[in-house]
């Protein structure tokens, strides 16, 4: 699975035989702002708005009337192409007069859309998970400052008679060495479940 996206919105304009093609990419992570993305970025006056998105292993596309595959799945070739996850293309063609045939489109349409990615600038999707924890009070000091080591954030907190529960999220990559370093100043009395959690933006 890739673990990246786009940093922000990026495009590209081409000209093929008097066809004028402009990509615009965005990152989303989900369906439903790959959607009001690709509804924003169509122009209605166009000859045809195509698009693909990405999103873990959900995807769409589209041809918006061009022949069947020659437009919505080479945009989400190139995305695939280009490593990306959670991105949204869409490619709006404005007819010229001269008809580019299947492999001028799919050259065109792919082609387009893969620029566009390849000059935007990128960031890192960071794979999080959720832990639970349970510890006595007098480990609250010890397990606060291991949180705040490790990049965890507190998503609640409970007290009960006999101690804390802890729910938090953190970045997967740091998950040992939390567990790791909690061990070792409580003498193992903090007890973890829980391991879910995914791709995340970070943000």
């Not at 999080?128 to 000091?141: D, R, S, W």
């Not at 370093?181 to 479940?193: F, H, I």
Request: charged content about 20%.
């Amino acid at each position: 699975m890739s673990h990246q996206t786009l940093q922000a919105p990026a495009r590209h304009e081409l000209v093929v035989k008097h066809s004028r093609f402009l990509a615009l990419a965005a990152p989303a992570g989900t369906s439903e702002e790959a959607m009001a993305f690709i509804a924003a970025a169509g122009t209605p006056e166009a000859t045809h708005n195509c698009w693909a998105w990405r999103i873990g292993g959900l995807y769409r596309s589209s041809d918006d009337g061009e022949p069947a595959g020659t437009a919505g799945r080479p945009i989400l070739a190139a995305i695939d192409g280009q490593g990306l996850d959670q991105a949204v293309v869409v490619v709006t063609r404005w007819y010229g007069g001269i008809k580019l045939g299947a492999g001028g489109l799919v050259r065109a349409y792919g082609g387009c859309a893969a620029e566009c990615l390849r000059t935007a600038p990128r960031r890192e999707l960071v794979e999080y998970l959720e832990l639970q924890l349970a510890y006595p009070f007098a480990h609250t000091g010890a397990v606060h400052s291991a949180l705040a080591q490790h990049g965890a954030d507190k998503l609640a907190e409970d007290f009960a008679a006999d101690g804390v529960e802890l729910r938090l999220r953190l970045p997967s990559h740091a998950a040992g060495a939390l567990r790791t370093q909690l061990r070792d100043a409580t003498r193992d009395e903090v007890r973890v479940t829980g391991m879910c959690g995914g791709p995340d933006d970070g943000q």
